[in-house]
């Protein structure tokens, strides 16, 4: 069964810096890929996702994230992050041949922006 | 704004008591799906409906129920209650209800129990 771990809890980072926050998933076979984020006191929105083709995918706010298949990875990257930024990210993927239609969410990296 | 709503938003109740909480999912999605989120287990999905009938199922209590009515919208019932179920509830909605498919969430229900 499919797995994912974000490996870190929290991410402190000073405003205008780059941030990368990390994820893993457990199998190699086909999967879907995804980047929530929730703003403090919101639901969660999606960021962006992976489905197919290009493996650089281009989400909203500033944010990318790159799928590495042989690193079973899909790393989320910001440039230069700004206060607004503040956050928690969550990575979730999804098995296109699982029948039963579940997302598997990783447990969450706090963004934390120093000013 | 999501177009999904949930009501209430939030919700104090006692221990052993029962607590209905309502979603309605954006215009157009079929399906709708629940989580709970607290800080010691984070996210956790409970249920997927798709167009009324129950199409997935994660860590839901046996005390936890759920249904889809025909007009799309979705209630979760919560009994017996305990301190532990103390969390935020969201509710989420999708066009088709695919593995592919965008969720939308709601702004939650924030339930405390006493």
């Known amino acids: 069964a499919q797995s994912v771990t974000q490996l870190d809890s929290q991410v402190p980072v000073f405003e205008e810096a780059p941030v990368e926050l990390r994820c893993n998933y457990s199998s190699s076979v086909s999967v879907y890929l995804f980047w929530y984020v929730q703003y403090p006191n919101q639901g969660l929105q999606l960021l962006l996702k992976y489905l197919s083709g290009s493996t650089l995918v281009k989400g909203i706010n500033g944010f990318e994230a790159e799928f590495n298949k042989s690193q079973t990875s899909f790393h989320l990257r910001k440039p230069s992050v700004h206060i607004s930024d503040t956050a928690e990210y969550f990575c979730?993927?999804?098995?296109?041949?699982?029948?039963?239609?579940?997302?598997?969410w990783g447990a969450g990296t706090k963004l934390i922006i120093k000013p | 704004d999501s177009g999904v709503t949930q009501t209430p938003k939030h919700l104090i109740t006692a221990t052993g008591q029962r607590v209905t909480l309502r979603c309605s999912p954006r215009s157009g999605d079929l399906s709708v799906y629940w989580y709970q989120q607290s800080l010691d287990q984070g996210l956790q999905f409970l249920i997927q409906?798709?167009?009324?009938?129950?199409?997935a199922k994660g860590n839901i209590l046996e005390r936890f129920s759920a249904q889809q009515f025909p007009d799309l919208h979705s209630e979760l019932n919560l009994s017996s209650l305990e301190l532990g179920d103390s969390a935020l509830y969201f509710c989420a909605s999708s066009v088709a209800g695919l593995v592919s498919d965008t969720q939308y969430f709601g702004p939650g229900t924030r339930l405390t129990v006493l």
């Open positions: 979730a993927v999804s098995d296109p041949m699982d029948s039963n239609y579940q997302l598997i």
């Open positions: 409906y798709y167009n009324g009938e129950e199409r």
